[in-house]
């Protein structure tokens, strides 16, 4: 059976109605790709992309792309979609870039990065999606761990790009622009190439794909994806997403991170929906970006977790959301509120889910979750991984209720969405890989009913006294105080704890940090939190630090909360637990 027979399997699996046969008809999907032995050669773009969705729906829109300040629309049918990653493979081509050549992009959301996507994934190179919010220090940490043979960029990157390589003395075959720049050659050169173009003959082994990671936990980390782990492998993001065939996709993410490959490329491309892009530059407006989300009619709508907070600060009564059918979040759960009050005017559910840049989506509550979503959950296994929960010394955890690391069981078999290896890292490989196990990073635990609940990193994890305390169960509570909008637990230096629990805390507008805030909320955490969780210090401050994917960067306020403390300094709107007299009388839990 080849490849192609199970994207259609899926596709008609995600089109039933019927939520329970849906369920059935992926996990026979799943089971039969799980246990089949997987082509030895794979090439997404010609026999996926062209092979079947060209054939079958070429006149479709593949591609919508709206520039939210102009009003710029942009269309492209698969088969316009086809013909100009074309052009662009063979405008790589004629300059020399091969297949296995480093490729990097560093370009907006654009319909070019859609091409350059493509024609890298046709032309079996390897390409290197990288933020447009990179500094020079970080390109040089780039450029020198994987030296580029092709880079596309903006005008504004390109500037960057220069500097950093002149400072590493590496000079790629070619640096393509999105405009016009001294030294760049333009990418409207590609428009002069035919639209037909030779696909590489890739191994499903082959490294396709290499991700920086993020950051979240220290130094980023180049993670390889093969020509199937990603192509393949998201169809569990699909399934998880719920996305048939016609459907409007939007994701609201960036390119240069895995979730935008993710959701915005492979996830709608497999089932032969149409992707969205809604381009609004360097200042993210919710307002237009919703009414955006309403005027083209999107079907399914995902968003990272800060994203649905600022968007709960809209009149969400104004908006027309008669199409959308699927409501998703990734990243870190939700607190319970925003998924009530989503539901309260669009009629669907948040439903979370779980991924990693190592893998697709690993948890998650799928469609059939519909009316069963637990807030604060992040729901089940998909059924393309193997999913379980160790304990510190490596033993797999079978009850309820106990807090493990998540880990992708490998002895049964290994799922097709997990990544190759990190290149050029064989202690990291070590550390993750172990006991026929493989180790995510993340702590969670799941209840009677099978539902998972995240805990946090692994290093997130606060140790204060005897006690462990995850981050999120505390941000949640944080949150559900009215004048606060964010918040990011982490632990702070103690010489008698270990850690303190300290709440970073970003009020709504309007509202201005105080001594008598500081004691409201330390008296609300006081009501819905058990003793050792209450934070013991809040800091009011005006942001909080995040990657490009949206996700709060705790190891950046570790870092500068170790710092502080060793310096024996207080930030300008801190307050202690301690400095509180008021809180010895506030109740049992105190």
Same mark, same amino acid.
């Given at each position: 059976m080849g490849l192609e027979n199970i994207y259609k399997e899926l596709m008609a699996a995600n089109a039933m109605d019927d939520d329970e046969r849906k369920a059935v008809a992926s996990e026979a999907v799943f089971t039969k790709l799980n246990q089949m032995q997987i082509p030895t050669r794979f090439n997404w773009a010609s026999e996926i992309l062209e092979g079947m969705h060209v054939k079958e729906r070429g006149a479709q829109t593949a591609l919508l792309w709206v520039d939210l300040n102009s009003g710029e629309e942009r269309r492209f049918t698969y088969s316009e979609l086809a013909a100009q990653s074309n052009r662009c493979l063979n405008f790589l081509s004629a300059h020399g870039v091969a297949k296995g050549d480093s490729f990097y992009m560093m370009a907006p959301s654009v319909p070019e990065t859609w091409f350059s996507s493509i024609a890298s994934i046709k032309g079996g190179m390897v390409a290197v999606p990288t933020a447009d919010t990179m500094t020079v220090r970080e390109l040089e940490y780039r450029f020198e761990s994987y030296p580029p043979q092709a880079i596309l960029a903006d005008e504004k990157s390109a500037v960057l790009i220069d500097e950093a390589l002149k400072n590493i003395g590496v000079t790629p075959k070619l640096k393509i622009i999105l405009g016009e720049a001294k030294g760049w050659t333009s990418y409207g050169e590609a428009a002069k190439q035919k639209p037909t173009a030779e696909a590489a003959d890739t191994k499903s082994s082959d490294i396709i794909l290499c991700f920086f990671t993020s950051g979240t936990t220290g130094m980023a980390k180049r993670v390889a994806h093969t020509a199937a782990s990603y192509p393949v492998g998201h169809l569990s993001t699909a399934n998880m997403a719920g996305i048939r065939p016609g459907d409007i996709h939007n994701n609201l993410s960036q390119p240069g991170w895995a979730k935008w490959a993710w959701s915005c490329l492979f996830a709608p491309l497999n089932m032969g929906a149409t992707t969205t892009g809604f381009f609004y530059g360097p200042k993210f407006d919710t307002a237009k970006y919703l009414g955006a989300v309403a005027k083209y009619k999107v079907n399914l709508f995902c968003a990272p977790p800060t994203a649905w907070r600022a968007f709960m600060l809209l009149d969400l009564g104004k908006f027309d959301f008669g199409a959308l059918r699927e409501s998703l979040s990734a990243g870190e759960p939700l607190n319970p509120e925003i998924i009530q009050k989503w539901k309260k005017y669009t009629g669907t559910e948040i439903r979370d889910f779980y991924g990693q840049t190592e893998s697709t989506a690993m948890i998650g509550n799928p469609p059939w979750h519909k009316g069963k979503v637990i807030p604060g959950s992040f729901g089940r296994p998909s059924f393309l991984y193997d999913v379980g929960l160790a304990d510190d010394q490596g033993n797999e955890i079978t009850k309820p209720n106990e807090v493990g690391h998540i880990v992708v069981k490998l002895n049964r078999w290994r799922a097709l969405g997990l990544f190759d290896r990190y290149v050029g890292d064989e202690e990291k490989m070590k550390s993750v890989f172990m006991n026929n196990f493989y180790y995510t990073g993340d702590r969670a635990s799941f209840d009677e009913k099978g539902y998972w609940w995240f805990v946090g990193r692994a290093d997130d994890v606060i140790k204060s006294s005897d006690y462990r305390v995850g981050p999120f169960e505390v941000e949640s509570a944080l949150v559900e105080h009215h004048a606060i909008v964010e918040a990011a637990v982490v632990g702070s230096?103690?010489?008698?704890?270990?850690?303190?629990?300290?709440?970073?805390?970003?009020?709504?507008?309007?509202?201005?940090?105080?001594?008598?805030?500081?004691?409201?909320?330390? +008296?609300?955490?006081? #009501?819905?939190?058990? !003793?050792?969780?209450?934070?013991?210090?809040?800091?009011?401050? =005006? @942001?909080?630090?995040?990657?490009?994917?949206?996700?709060?960067?705790?190891?950046?306020?570790?870092?500068?909360? +170790?710092?502080?403390? #060793?310096?024996?300094? !207080?930030?300008?709107?801190?307050?202690?637990?301690?400095?509180? =007299? @008021?809180l010895s009388s506030s109740g049992k839990k105190k």
């Open positions: 230096p103690d010489p008698q704890r270990w850690q303190l629990v300290k709440g970073f805390v970003v009020l709504r507008p309007g509202v201005e940090p105080s001594r008598e805030l500081a004691l409201e909320v330390f +008296q609300h955490c006081i #009501e819905v939190l058990a !003793k050792f969780k209450i934070p013991r210090i809040i800091e009011f401050v =005006p @942001e909080l630090p995040k990657t490009i994917s949206g996700k709060i960067r705790r190891v950046q306020l570790r870092a500068s909360e +170790q710092e502080n403390k #060793e310096k024996n300094q !207080k930030g300008p709107q801190e307050y202690f637990y301690q400095d509180f =007299p @008021e």
